[in-house]
T-cell receptor
Framework: GAVVSQHPSWVICKSGTSVKIECRSLDFQATTMFWYRQFPKQSLMLMATSNEGSKATYEQGVEKDKFLINHASLTLSTLTVTSAHPEDSSFYIC?????????????FGSGTRLTVV | AQSVTQLGSHVSVSEGALVLLRCNYSSSVPPYLFWYVQYPNQGLQLLLKYTTGATLVKGINGFEAEFKKSETSFHLTKPSAHMSDAAEYFCAVSEGGGTSYGKLTFGQGTILTVHP
């Protein structure tokens, strides 16, 4: 089945530094990748949609200069949190969309717990 | 526009009892509907999905859900709960067209507790 590998699983960084999160589709080509943020005991909130080879589309209220998304290949998408601050601490999850023959399927990465100190 | 409402943020059942997690959706076009399970500090695992065809969908781990268009519902059930079912469950909708094409919108989540 479709597998998405997300790294790192957790990261602690200092305020003002940048953190890169990677998501790789291991056995399929992910033309579209979604990036979500999840606060404790809350649902997933879509941050942005990225299509391979083009600029990401950000949801309203998400700072595109702070959350840089790159989707340069069909198997790799990255999210970089720039100049991180404590309020950026959260659980970040990627999801790759793929065609299953019966409609779209969405495979999720295992998530990244970011703590900014 | 699409939205999902999960009734009940917490559901508690006894081991062996029926599990019923409620989900209602709103969609301007025929929806694709999904149920996912999330364990602590992990990503989401697909339980089942409805795209077209049979309205009763069977998923993994004994779960099933029925798409009822007239009620705009997609409730998740399992006849007999296991301790290992304790987790958070998310209902999601995706539209096959329109401005929300391909995006998943999630409900608020329901935490299922199973006690002995």
């Amino acid at each position: 089945g479709a597998v998405v590998s997300q790294h790192p699983s957790w990261v602690i960084c200092k305020s003002g530094t940048s953190v890169k999160i990677e998501c790789r589709s291991l056995d399929f080509q992910a033309t579209t990748m979604f990036w979500y943020r999840q606060f404790p005991k809350q649902s997933l909130m879509l941050m942005a949609t990225s299509n391979e080879g083009s600029k990401a589309t950000y949801e309203q209220g998400v700072e595109k200069d702070k959350f840089l998304i790159n989707h340069a290949s069909l198997t790799l998408s990255t999210l970089t949190v720039t100049s991180a601050h404590p309020e950026d601490s959260s659980f970040y999850i990627c999801s790759a969309r793929h065609w299953t023959g019966e409609g779209y399927g969405y495979t999720f990465g295992s998530g990244t717990r970011l703590t900014v100190v | 526009a699409q939205s999902v409402t999960q009734l009940g943020s917490h559901v508690s059942v006894s081991e062996g009892a029926l599990v019923l997690l409620r989900c209602n959706y709103s969609s301007s076009v025929p929806p694709y509907l999904f149920w996912y399970v999330q364990y602590p500090n992990q990503g989401l695992q697909l339980l089942l999905k409805y795209t077209t065809g049979a309205t009763l969908v069977k998923g993994i781990n004994g779960f099933e859900a029925e798409f009822k268009k007239s009620e705009t519902s997609f409730h998740l059930t399992k006849p007999s709960a296991h301790m290992s079912d304790a987790a958070e469950y998310f209902c999601a909708v995706s539209e096959g067209g329109g401005t929300s094409y391909g995006k998943l919108t999630f409900g608020q989540g329901t935490i299922l507790t199973v006690h002995p």
